[in-house]
């Protein structure tokens, strides 16, 4: 009798279920059937996102923790999918726009042969980047600032060329970095603490900074826990590896030079420019290069130099350079200074730090009387592979306005351009339904994604960031987003996102990124493959996603669910783990998220399942 009942209570479970699941199902179809207006991708919709429907869970089986191990999940056999193999092991640490054997066939005059020379279209590869052998997730920040697993970024030159200067060391298996420069061995925070007697550092009114031939980036890293973020960049040359270092200590920095192309940010962008020892010849070509540095300075900011030429009467002999050469080199330094309305406001030891005049009209008549040459009326902000220009860039328009308030108040006041109307079809009143769109989504993404907030993901990157809505929505001081700003967009708006206080750079997806492997915890896309849908491979882009991201990393698309089904079919070959979900208004909005995971392999792994 009682084995009866107990088959019996089993057979009424497994009804009760399948009555469940079904009712479910059925609810949730005539739900979306009822608030259907039949309008534009409906069908495909409701089609796209029946299977969360039938269980009742948009996110089965996909687990964003980390677990440094590949798990294969399951796939759809009957959706034939192309399997993107590893590429040979050689290519681990390949950057493709700044690959070291093409560069050496161009010239070396003014640094060209280390800007950007990415490969054409046929020598692209069309395969995996695999990380290196013992390849594990960096450690969380701030223990991150001091030590890199020695196997994510196997490179020791560094620790016996910069031993004396405590740029960094090898201890076991893992790097340690001390905090020192090669100006400031000592350490960066005493550096900053003499920056900070004169630049107001610690008050919100310096938040961006930029930092030329950063090294590891230690002036960056430290400079986080005063609230200054510093975008950091330094050429791939014989110093092996230093902005891998510097992304793997979690501070934002990109591969580049001060060559002959601008740098890719907007005019007015950073409230403080520094160099440190960073062998950028200033004085040279006219000061051509300050006039760079004076572009992307925004009214009031400051740009400190470290090193030779400062106060070289005592210091010459200990450079191992004649004094003449020096006298002649600050000489130039100042007088590009002077043409640039530049003021010197603080020179002790062998540091100099001048401020850029709010108002230049004062010695508007000493630039009008000299050699230099005001750039003609053009947009500043553009900038993607344009020559620099030996002329000097007006203060007037394109932002830099003294109404910038302080940080973090500036992340969500309105900013000046979009104030003073200088961004076309953006208002105050889109600005604000902008703020209020993403704090909507970035609330469905922590919903979808838990670990968000905790910290596991410090370097993220914006591939499509418009207004910098994501950015602002996610701002936590755990993390750091790199905001990209497409150079196709519709709207260049870059420069409203440095008036917020944040950090992004121009690039065209069409091309590799400015970084090495594996050195992205969370990418986020909105709307960014139907923007290159008829410019360049989705195949392409992807792949450069899947370079640039940790083992182990995740992605959130959003998108149009035509393009998404696209984007899908690639990723089922790539070693991702992956789901298609509802918007969060629900499943007649056409506009999908696919979130993903890259699943953990290195060198030699044969797993490359991928899971829908």
Known sequence: MAGKNSGDNRTRTSVSIFIIAGLCCFFYLLGAWQRSGFGKGDSIA??????????????????????????????DESEEVEELKPCDPQYTDYTPCQDQKRAMTFPRENMNYRERHCPPQEEKLHCLIPAPKGYVTPFPWPKSRD????????????????????????EGNVFRFPGGGTQFPQGADKYIDQLASVVPIENGTVRTALDTGCGVASWGAYLWKRNVIAMSFAPRDSHEAQVQFALERGVPAVIGVLGTIKMPYPSKAFDMAHCSRCLIPWGAADGILMMEVDRVLRPGGYWVLSGPPINWKVNFKAWQRPKEDLEEEQRKIEEAAKLLCWEKISEKGETAIWQKRKDSASCRSAQENSAARVCKPSDPDSVWYNKMEMCITPNNGNGGDESLKPFPERLYAVPPRIANGLVSGV???KYQEDRKKWKKHVSAYKKINKLLDTGRYRNIMDMNAGLGGFAAALHNPKFWVMNVM??????NTLGVIFERGLIGIYHDWCEAFSTYPRTYDLIHASGLFSLYKDKCEFEDILLEMDRILRPEGAVILRDNVDVLIKVKKIIGGMRWNFKLMDHEDGPLVPEKILVAVKQYWTLGDTNSTSSQ
């Open 486 to 491: 497409p150079t196709i967009a519709e709207k």
């Open 427 to 429: 208002s105050v009143a």
């Open 147 to 170: 030590y890199v697993p020695y196997a994510n970024a196997p490179y020791k030159s560094l620790t016996v060329e910069k031993a004396i200067q405590n740029w960094v060391q090898y």
């Open 46 to 75: 409701v089609a796209i996102t029946k299977t969360a429907g039938e269980n009742c869970d948009i996110l089965p089986n996909l687990n964003f923790e980390t677990r440094h191990a590949g798990e294969a999940g399951g796939t």
